[in-house]
């Protein structure tokens, strides 16, 4: 025990301190209690009902305590304000919905697009009420517009940008610049060594960079002021996507997607499941047969996933002559093997229309499944040991051993089912099947296959009429990933392949029914099958199952929707979208969304009174700032992409700000209007993945010394990075 340092007082300390308690007394027990059960900060003690009052041991006279109303307090923090909300909002006896963004939120992250699609749901659908802003009234909204402005970023608001304000003088020369200079990451200029103190993660970040902040007309640039009339705050909205693999998903599709209701049984059912889960499907799915043709990947699609193009795939001779380089280049050519199948166009296949057959699936194609079993031989290589090919009905056509041309280094048994004893007396080589492929292959023949570019590569030949299982069945977080036919066999066709993994390999044949009953599937349920698409809804179609308010249900009168965007003139009507505006410019883009809010005066094409919802979309400020896919150049990987002068930059913003305006302006009242910018600017993360997928395609054939890129950790932070700053969108959201 340690020593006390307490010591008794003396009879004059007691004297002193009881002095002072005289001038400024302390409280007894019972006030004691009372203070420390007050909530913090209230300051005044009610003593009515307290008992103090008769308390005789408090210490100090009764006289001296103050006898605060609490009641008054309270109703006086009833009337204060909890929240921003629009003046109509307060008016008393006033059912126009209003906007609340309530000051104790919420929000501990920033908002989604999915978000602001669930305000559009409660609001005329089904949805639950959102919880990151208050919606008063909601039911008497009576229409919704969202429009997506992509080109528009937080930079613009916060004065990291400069330029916005053209001051008479300012040279049209000057381009957009930020005033916070890049960092060394962005610049890739640092060493690897420089970056371990850089953490893997996000970067930091703080609740500015996702609670919204309000609009104040002195603090914008001149073209941004306008929009401080419309809405009240900013908020920070981020587009989906992936940080593993540093890719940003659309924000069209996220916005016109919407999950499938769940039902309670469904719910209940999927905690008690095991494994992959089975496709799921909206009451309204109808399948829609599709012929096999509509399934053929075409040159972009075999590009990407790394297939040698066969030569038909290419319609001008400067086309032909570049992929011959690039297959030269990768030892695809027939000096090191490989053969082509036997056709010199593409329109060699169709048929004439007397012999096409609208019920048939293969469009009077021959459908081959084929897989490949493969051996590692010298050279870290793969070498073909097993095909097997099947035909449309089941048949076996082909299933052949194959005796490798350079020695067995590894025979994969876990993987091919190959052992020294099974290819001891084989003598067929790849020559004799590519001899007998050549043969079997015609113009209107269609190769099925999971992954087929290895199986071809392994093969050493090209086909132009490809159907690849893992593009028609995308991966959920789409690509690179893909996923497996094993993973696809027992989700969509309750069935399990490939059980014997480890001990005497996969069947070949086995691999390729089931490659071809998921395209028979996908032929019989429709494109959408399988997709992102199958397990969601349009958002259109949604709303087609509501009833407009003030009708009566037996007259059958539903929401609709109407999507007005940039395409062809001679685009027809078609998907969950019922009326479709199609349009050239950003005038257009305004006029059709006037039309689609108020509809027609004959009522002809949209009705009169006009749609429920409309999604629309202003593309002039993306286009200029090189944000759209169509305006970059993966050829000039290695350099950003200019941005635009400071006049063009400031005349855009200005027009694109003026256009939505001119749409507010034309809402009729009860009307929730949407902003959204998509992205952020996903210039940088674009040139840096081009960047990744050149590296990875020279790499596999290159020396390190030979490299026209490099790829180390530092150009990894910087995509990092710029992912980061591609998914960071903005939106606005009122009620007219």
Known sequence: MGKHNHRKRSRMQYEENKATDVASPNIGLSATLLQLQKPDGADDLDTTNSGLADDSN????????????????????????KGITSQAATKKGNNRPALTFAELHKLHSSLKIFDLQDLVLYCLADGVSPQWISVRHHAQVRKAVVLLVPGIERNMFDGTIKGLDLAPGVSDEQTLSPTIPATKVETQQCSANELQDEPLSSPRRSPDDYLPFPLVSDHLPTPLKPLATLFSHLLPVNAPGDDKYYKVHSPLQAMLTSPIPKSQEDRKAEKLMRGSRPPRRDSSWTNERTPITSFIASKEDLQENEYAVHPACFDSEQGREDNTVKRRFAKQLAEFGWVDTKIKALEDSENSESQRDNNDLTAGRTVLALDCEMCQVEGNEYALAR????????????????????????????????????????TTTLPDIQARLLELFNPRTILIGHSLNADLNAMKLTH???????????????????????????????REIQKENGSVGHDSIEDAIACLDLVKQKCEKGVKWGTSEASGESIFTRLSRMHRPGTAKEAETYRLGARVDHGRKDQKNRGPEKLWIPCSNDEEVVAGVKRAVLGDDDGAIIPGGGVDFTFARL???????????????PASSNAPIPEPSLAAMSSAVSQTVQNIVSIHASLPPCTLFIVYSGTGDPKEMGRLQEMQRRFKREYAIKKWDELSVRWTDVEEQALRRACVKARQGVGFVTIT
């Open 464 to 494: 132009p009429f490809i159907v690849d299982t893992s593009i028609l069945y995308p991966h959920p977080r789409g690509p690179p990933l893909k996923s497996s036919l094993k993973f696809l066999a027992q989700k969509y066709l309750g």
């Open 58 to 81: 408090s210490g100090y006279p009764l006289e001296d305590w103050k006898t605060v109303n609490r009641q008054a307090k309270r109703r006086k923090s009833s009337q204060s304000t």
């Open 619 to 633: 593309r002039a400020l993306e286009n200029l700032r090189g944000w759209s896919n169509d305006n970059r150049n």
């Open 387 to 426: 095909i097997s090919i099947i035909g449309f009905d089941g048949e076996v056509i082909m299933d052949e051993l194959v005796m490798p041309d350079k020695p067995i280094t590894n025979y994969l048994t876990q993987y091919s089912g190959m052992t020294a004893a099974k290819l001891a007396s084989v």
